[in-house]
């Protein structure tokens, strides 16, 4: 009797013990836990494992405050096309449908799809309501600078971004309306008067030395060589000084190219930097 009734203790307790673990284990995943959990992760900026957990309590709870957060995760991890997907998706009938249309607008502005931004705003101004005061027209102003298009009047441009920016978006205006490039045909004048000087004008001054040298250097020893009678030595100099020097005013003009293109790089790099220091003009959910 007394083993009987020891053993039914044993047996209790292994289902009491079994079933508090069983208790424990679902309150650990509650969706008030699992939201816990993925705040935790977003604060600590594990982006990704948020976003999962994230999707995780909306399995459980629809809430548009999570929806937005998950889209801004992606965000968060440059992941724009994800990103504006998830923005997009939002209702209208949701308190967060202005700035998730908003950041749909700018993600797609990061993606690079200039073409595309421009598309989506124009067809976003026929509900002008989530556009006022978000500066988004000053980003649809700005994404000119970054195709080198033509640019619209300078006062229509500078009038659509804030009093304090204005100096700052007039010195890119300028840049963008003229662009301090060097000239491929003065470049190839320059090398065909004095070999070399085509490279230096575009800071290339050890190359333009040595086309100076190798030019003058080679066109010397084959008048030497005529000079002296040695007609083969003198043609073959006489060869490699016309190759130095169409060389030379052909990579001139190639230098500028390259030139032209490191000077745009920068100036792409600065526009780049400005717009996310400003935040993209965007003032809300910075």
Same mark, same amino acid.
Do not use: C
């Given at each position: 009797?007394?083993?009987?009734?020891?053993?039914?203790?044993?047996?209790?307790?292994?289902?009491? =013990?079994?079933?508090?673990?069983?208790?424990?284990?679902?309150?650990?995943? =509650?969706?008030?836990?699992?939201?816990?959990?993925?705040?935790?992760?977003?604060?600590?900026?594990?982006?990704?494992? /948020?976003?999962?957990?994230?999707?995780?309590?909306?399995?459980?709870?629809?809430?548009?405050?999570?929806?937005?957060?998950?889209?801004?995760?992606? =965000?968060?991890?440059?992941?724009?096309?994800?990103?504006?997907?998830?923005?997009?998706?939002?209702?209208?009938?949701?308190?967060?449908?202005?700035?998730?249309?908003?950041?749909?607008?700018?993600?797609?502005?990061?993606?690079?799809?200039?073409?595309?931004?421009?598309?989506?705003?124009?067809?976003?101004?026929?509900?002008?309501? %989530?556009?006022?005061?978000?500066?988004?027209?000053?980003?649809?102003?700005?994404?000119?600078?970054?195709?080198?298009?033509?640019?619209?009047?300078?006062?229509?441009?500078?009038?659509?971004?804030?009093?304090?920016?204005?100096?700052?978006?007039?010195?890119? %205006?300028?840049?963008?309306?003229?662009?301090?490039?060097?000239?491929?045909?003065? /470049?190839?004048?320059?090398?065909?008067?004095?070999?070399?000087?085509?490279?230096?004008?575009?800071?290339?001054?050890?190359?333009?030395?040595?086309?100076?040298?190798?030019?003058?250097?080679?066109? %010397?020893? =084959?008048?030497?060589?005529?000079?002296?009678?040695?007609?083969?030595?003198?043609?073959?100099?006489?060869?490699?000084?016309?190759?130095?020097?169409?060389?030379?005013?052909?990579?001139?003009?190639?230098?500028?190219?390259?030139?032209?293109?490191?000077?745009?790089?920068?100036?792409?790099?600065?526009?780049?930097?400005?717009?996310?220091?400003?935040?993209?003009?965007?003032?809300?959910?910075?």
């Amino acid at each position: 009797m007394k083993n009987s009734f020891f053993i039914f203790l044993i047996f209790s307790s292994i289902i009491f =013990s079994q079933e508090k673990n069983y208790l424990v284990s679902e309150n650990l995943f =509650s969706p008030s836990n699992i939201k816990i959990f993925a705040d935790f992760l977003f604060d600590q900026k594990d982006y990704l494992r /948020a976003a999962d957990e994230y999707e995780r309590y909306l399995s459980f709870v629809p809430n548009d405050t999570i929806e937005f957060k998950i889209a801004l995760t992606y =965000s968060l991890m440059n992941n724009f096309n994800e990103a504006a997907k998830k923005f997009n998706v939002i209702s209208k009938n949701s308190s967060f449908y202005k700035p998730a249309k908003i950041e749909f607008l700018k993600s797609i502005f990061q993606t690079g799809d200039i073409a595309e931004f421009r598309y989506k705003y124009s067809e976003g101004k026929v509900n002008k309501s %989530y556009l006022d005061s978000s500066g988004m027209t000053s980003l649809y102003m700005y994404s000119f600078l970054l195709t080198g298009e033509p640019l619209p009047y300078e006062d229509e441009f500078i009038i659509n971004f804030p009093a304090s920016e204005r100096q700052k978006i007039k010195n890119f %205006y300028e840049w963008g309306k003229d662009p301090p490039y060097n000239s491929q045909l003065k /470049a190839a004048i320059f090398s065909a008067v004095i070999p070399g000087l085509g490279k230096i004008y575009t800071n290339e001054y050890w190359d333009g030395i040595f086309a100076f040298i190798a030019t003058l250097g080679t066109g %010397y020893l =084959s008048y030497d060589n005529f000079k002296a009678g040695h007609n083969l030595r003198g043609w073959i100099f006489g060869s490699l000084t016309v190759g130095f020097y169409g060389g030379n005013i052909y990579g001139s003009a190639t230098a500028v190219q390259i030139f032209n293109a490191h000077i745009r790089f920068n100036f792409i790099n600065d526009l780049k930097s400005y717009l996310e220091d400003k935040n993209y003009f965007l003032k809300i959910f910075n």
